[in-house]
């Protein structure tokens, strides 16, 4: 694939965004259009990708591998008592579950999503290793 496959995809981007813009909202061609859309933009995306340098994807890796520690590191891990003496009248567990469980709970969608694209950045790593050469 070559720079004339992004400018192609570039150019049916922008014939489709000229269309959109001149058809009225409740145009029911509109869906059409707009699913053309997204797919033209998730071929770029693809493309990009690909084409990244292994050093950036290296680097994107090791942020987003951070961002994950650094939510981890939230969590109130076990104290001495709740791993040794099991859980006595006093539970400190029962506090910190309740707060680990927010926690988790408020930054689910971003860990979902981090996940998403480290999985993304690792099949074209693998796919990099695979083949040097492309």
Do not use: C, F, W
């Amino acid at each position: 694939m070559g720079t004339t496959d992004i400018d192609d995809i570039l150019n049916q981007a922008k014939a489709l965004s000229a269309e959109l813009d001149s058809m009225p909202p409740d145009d029911p061609g509109r869906l059409r259009i707009e699913k053309r859309q997204m797919r033209l933009r998730e071929k770029a995306l693809e493309l990009s990708l690909e084409r990244r340098h292994p050093v950036s994807i290296d680097n994107e890796i090791a942020m987003l591998e951070a961002r994950l520690e650094k939510i981890s590191e939230m969590l109130i891990s076990k104290g001495y008592n709740e791993k040794h003496l099991g859980t006595t009248v006093q539970d400190p567990g029962a506090y910190s579950s309740t707060i680990n469980y927010m926690i988790a709970a408020e930054h689910a969608e971003e860990v979902r999503q981090i996940d998403a694209r480290l999985n993304e950045l690792r099949a074209v790593q693998a796919d990099e290793e695979r083949d040097p050469q492309s």
